[in-house]
């Protein structure tokens, strides 16, 4: 199957936007933009997450066993934009973020994020998807909607759903 039309129809599933953070070896808050999460299991509380095989930040979960995923708001293209690069270049400047529970970075004004424990790590073609065991849930009080994908292109809620 070509690989350039499965991104193309894959890209045709609106998802939510999220950052996923953690630490390296020296304690320098490490991210990237993610798109490929779920929710897995309510118990235990349980999410997954795909990241790139090739990608620095799985490395550093992979060592440090902890990650953080925030839900980006539509207010925040900023941030996701910022962490989608690759390198090495500092993708939380001018992002305010926090040390959370678990030492991992917290970015602010999310609609939430889940501190995790890394409790798997399973081969998934050229990603790995990461199974986290929740450890710290917050919900801020916030009335922005989710920041969305779609085709190719970033997009927000239109506006509330009609009753049907």
């Keep these: 199957m070509d690989s350039i039309a499965w991104r193309n129809a894959m890209g045709k599933f609106a ?4 950052v996923v953070t953690t630490t390296d070896a ?5 991210g990237m933009t993610v798109n490929a999460f779920t929710s897995l299991s309510l118990e235990p509380p349980m999410l997954l997450v795909c990241l790139d095989n090739k990608s620095s930040t799985l490395t550093h979960i992979l060592e440090s066993r902890k990650f953080c995923v925030h839900f ?19 993708k939380f400047e001018g992002f305010p973020y926090f040390a959370g529970e678990t030492g991992v970075p917290v970015l602010e004004g999310c609609l939430a994020y889940v501190e995790c424990g890394l409790r798997k790590a399973v081969e998934g073609g050229d990603h790995q998807i990461l199974l986290g065991d929740g450890l710290k849930l917050v919900v801020p009080s916030s009335d922005a909607g989710p920041l969305l994908f779609f085709g190719g292109k970033y997009g927000r809620l239109a506006g509330e759903a009609e009753a049907s």
Excluded: H, N, Y
């Design 15 to 18: 998802t939510g936007i999220t």
């Design 26 to 30: 020296d304690g320098k808050p490490q």
């Design 72 to 90: 980006l708001s539509e207010e925040q293209e900023a941030v996701s934009r910022a962490f989608a690069r690759k390198g090495e270049a500092d």
